[in-house]
């Protein structure tokens, strides 16, 4: 966290290294939060070059309240939002569901977890997409409910309803097709 800090006071003052190490040390992270929330890796790559495009050049407006993290996550889930209500409004031929590639060794537990990762990332998209949110922010972003009820502007009940109920309708639709 104190490293963060310092990586952020330093690139506020125009440090281009700590920009690059902010970036190399989230990126995976942050794609895996927005290709969770999109359902589609190359939508997440253009979510993430976009966030970090306007990072790049704004670095006056970040204000940090926590930690970096969960900043940097914060902001990407908003901009994936906006791309899903862009979606919604103007579909796209680009709307295919696309998998996360793994970095597992051996070809056998590749095809497992590629294949683990695209059932649940089928199971993800059919959820509404404010308990998708909920879910994914709270399990692969690990921001607290608290942290998300304030991003979405709703009552922490609300969020732990959403996710609650996410869970649920994963557990069902899943019904045991990924391991643990």
């Known amino acids: 966290m104190l490293e963060d800090r310092v990586l952020l006071w330093r690139f506020k003052r125009g440090s281009p290294e700590s920009l690059e190490k902010i970036y190399a040390k ?5 794609i895996t939060v927005a290709t969770a929330l999109l359902n589609n890796t190359h939508a997440a790559e253009d979510v993430l070059h976009d966030f970090f495009i306007s990072f790049v050049t ?56 590629k294949e683990e990762t695209s059932i649940l990332n089928r199971a993800l998209s059919h959820l509404p997409y404010e308990q998708r949110e909920v879910v994914v922010l709270h399990l692969q ?25 996410g869970l649920d309708k994963l557990r069902s639709q899943l019904n045991g097709q990924v391991s643990k």
Do not use: H, M, W
């Open 58 to 113: 704004s670095p006056e407006r970040v204000r940090l309240q926590g930690n970096l993290k969960a900043y940097l996550a914060t902001c990407v889930a908003n901009l994936a939002r906006n791309r899903v209500k862009r979606r919604q409004l103007e579909p796209t031929a680009l709307d295919e569901n696309t998998g996360v590639q793994s970095t597992a060794p051996g070809p056998q537990l590749l095809a497992i977890q």
């Open 141 to 165: 972003g690990n921001l607290k409910f608290t942290e998300i009820a304030k991003l979405r502007g709703t009552s922490v009940n609300t969020v732990r309803s959403r996710y609650r109920y």
């Open 26 to 30: 989230y990126e995976t992270y942050l």
